[in-house]
Structures are given as C-alpha cells and as structure tokens.
Nanobody
Framework: QVQLVESGGGLVQAGGSLRLSCAAS????????MAWFRQAPGKGREFVTA????????DYVASVKGRFTISKDNAKNTVDLQMNSLRPEDTAVYYC???????????????????WGQGTQVTISS
C-alpha cells in the first residue's frame, strides 16, 4: 500500500522560507518520479515542480522558478521542497504525488500520478 505523508507547512511572512517534506512508503521509491502540486482556495490543483526518479531532472512552474527547489533522497524515501522568498500568492495546500509508472520522465499532468499525500497548508501573510 502506497503512502505519502507531507510535513512542514505553516504560517510565515512574505519573504520568508519553508521546507516541506514528503515521506513515501509502499513502492520502490528510487524508481519513481515525484511531484508537488498545490491548491489555493477557490482554485484548481496546480503543478508546482517535479523531479525524476533518479533526481537528475527537475521541472518548475514559471511562478516558482528560482525561489523553490525540489530534491529527492532515495536512501530516505523522501522528497523535499525548499521554498524561499515566499509570496502571499504561494498560499495553498501543498500535495506531493508519485507517478503511476516507474522509470519515466517528469510530467506536469496530474493524471500521471496515482497516489497523493493528504496535503499540508502553507499560508503566507503580507
């Protein structure tokens, strides 16, 4: 049974930093690409960033490029999201997700991901 558990959300002021972590179990973690999505109040789920199964490739939505960094630790079965220079528009529930098939590239489409964490709230005050 695949489980993804996020942690690290919270309330910070604009310009601050947060680090989210997602612990995965139930799948051979080092063979699967991972992603972070977010959902703001009243909006749909939005792709934020993804990392390949090896950790060698990443992709970021334009609005977070240069501010957010995704990393994957295949020894610990974790994927982290370091978020710097946070803005009020980054306020959302953040979800990690794992791809449905192993050893593939990185994708922005949520249909490519078959398991999701419960989400962690990130709130940025202005």
């Amino acid at each position: 049974q695949v489980q993804l558990v996020e942690s690290g959300g919270g309330l910070v002021q604009a310009g601050g930093s947060l680090r989210l972590s997602c612990a995965a179990s139930g799948r051979t973690f080092n063979k699967y690409s991972m992603a972070w999505f977010r959902q703001a109040p009243g909006k749909g789920r939005e792709f934020v960033t993804a990392i390949s199964w090896s950790g060698g490739s990443t992709d970021y939505v334009a609005s977070v490029k240069g501010r957010f960094t995704i990393s994957k630790d295949n020894a610990k079965n974790t994927v982290d999201l370091q978020m710097n220079s946070l803005r009020p528009e980054d306020t959302a529930v953040y979800y990690c997700a794992i791809q449905r098939l192993p050893l593939r590239g990185i994708y922005r489409d949520p249909v490519e991901y078959d398991h999701w964490g419960q989400g962690t709230q990130v709130t940025i005050s202005s």
